[in-house]
């Protein structure tokens, strides 16, 4: 996996879909109907979570190192113009070429445009929510490039013709059973086949993947990445991943094309220091991650020959035009907030139709986006307010105050900044967001044990430092109804593996 | 870059707009080092250097490295022992590792050439190298591309990676004493463990495409 930077999409599941995208109640009914995918999730969230706290329990200074983290990003965002212009000056310094992207189809445009200029006819792709966001893989592939996804969890989802379901683990809408089926009919069409014994052992689908995989790595010419990190100071570009695609991706093609949000920047090297500790245990609850690259525009000898850097905003400069919503560009793509959400155990990823999903993605998608359409006008009412979010947030994001906001917004209308300029939103009475914002409430109440256990933490965890987390997470699984074990064919596995636990090894 | 105005401009100036309020409030433009208050501490703990030594080889086992530990006497035979319990016939070698390391092992070198393909570092069986720093605190080496390290492909590629610590030299405590050390300038690769997926219901697999065994050696 690659921490924070990414997620490939399935063909009909970026930016604006093309298919109307149910609002977040239907979505969410659905999936909380599907046991499989309830199993999956929580099996998956409740690990991650007492991992998280440990690990963060590590560190006695984790509330300093929160607020310096919130610090120095929105030091960064009140100055962003002059640390844009810094950035470019020290990655074309460093032998980068830096590119501006005002939307999504200026970004396709730009890396399609690069890619052709190579001569070649196929990409390969570490993780990056940037690139899922503005739909590149299927831009790249109407002018005829294939690009190929090289994080585990995103061969699962691009094999299974399916959509990332999490930031960081977007396949954990699958469990192992599932992707052995995936690898065994899909991977032969793609390139290497899986072997035919092939049994659902992660280690051995890990060894399938590695094998499918590395024969694209070994041939390609051009890398396309994200970054979770940019240097103003240095012109320092930083990817923090787990399984070395990221590496392989950065260090083998001649040439290397990032594209990388504008809110990605940090203004000096020293700054590393905050969130080379904060964001591995926050998202994979490890002291470090398996894998961190840091490169400087390009170093004769080592890595790729050419290195375009294409800063992507899409509506970042709208969302930081909202003082109260301007917050959520400081986020730094941990996945904390989905694993504590109990509005995310239940409904999982693909409920929120956006590339960023849970609490964070209730916040940023309709600021990015813009309300107007339903599932947008939907999302901030995909929460309880149970503040679990905000205290496990690394960089303090106030989610539920952000969620707020974004409920006056949709609900009275109200200025707002969309595409650069100044725009008046009517409220939603009478309107489709008005519709899906009734349906959000009854959901919520149709699930009184949600609304009593989340009214009751609201006002109980703002209290709580972080590190005595997972408390919100474990007086919700106490007050909450453990649903019935589903039918087939979770419970088999849950059997065979001793609910899970023999089936680590 | 397109239009009448180009995207550059157009996107700096959203972000000028964007920042008005900002920019009208008093105290808006504290200066940087004022805005951000360090108040967190430079490592956590109070080690004396064998200890920090101790818990850099805590946190490497921990995440899966094979830890092993010899003075310079020892070197050539543990490292001829570990290339032979590997079954390693090649071996990668950067350009500015010490010759006397090998000196009692018969695998093939194989040096890294500006030429060679991945495919021809795709062949060979282990590759060692130095390091420039090593983090006690999460059980982190860097790789900084310095004559004992190579290029960054050489220790992606193979599937057996020996890695050698200078202890206590090369050893800080924390993240920030390391990023003191580090330079910017060069290509850095941080290396905690084996290649590692958790994307199969969040259990946590060595070796998906870096090297599938590391081995660190604390030489001191
Ligand atoms: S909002 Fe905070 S907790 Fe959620 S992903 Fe972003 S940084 Fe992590």
Redesign the pocket.
Known sequence: MTI?TGGNAGPTFVGMPAVPTPAFPEAARTAVADPVLRGNLRHATHTIRAKRAAAVAELADWAELREAGRLIKDHTLRHLDTYLVRLEESVTAAGGIVHWAADADEANRIVADLVKATGESEVVKVKSMATQEIGLNEALEAEGIHAYETDLAELIVQLGDDRPSH?LVPAIHRNRGEIRDIFRTRMASWGRPAPEDLTDRPAELAEAARLHLREKFLRAKVGVSGANFMVAETGTLVVVESEGNGRMCLTLPETLISVVGIEKIVPTWRDLEVFLQTLPR??TAERMNPYTSMWTGTTDGDGPRVFHLVLLDNGRTDTLADRVGRQ?L?????????NVCPVYERAGGHAYGSVYP???GAILSPQLRGTASEIDASLPYASSLCGA?YD????A?D?PEVLVHLRERVVQGGEAVRAGGKVVLRPAKGHAAERAAMRAARLALTHPGALRAGQRLASRTRRFHPRTLPGPGRAWTATRDLPPLPPEPFRDWWQRTNGGKDGAR | MSGPVNSRDRILGRVRRALADVREEPGGELPYADAVPRAYLREHGDRTPAETVDLLAANLADYRARVHRCTEDDLPSLLARLLREHGSASLLVPPGLEPGWLAETDVERVEDRAESTPYDLDRVDSVLTGCAVAVAETGTLVLDGGPDQGRRRITLVPDHHICVVRVPEQVVSSVPRALDRLSPGRPLTWISGPSATSDIELDRVEGVHGPRTLEVVLLG
Do not use: F, N
Not at chain 1, 330 to 338: G, K, N, P, V
Not at chain 1, 392 to 395: A, D, I, K, Q
């Open positions: 924070g930031i926050s998202s959520a400081r986020c730094i793509r941990c996945s904390a907030c989905l849970g609490p964070i979010c496990v947030c690394p960089v994001i989610i």
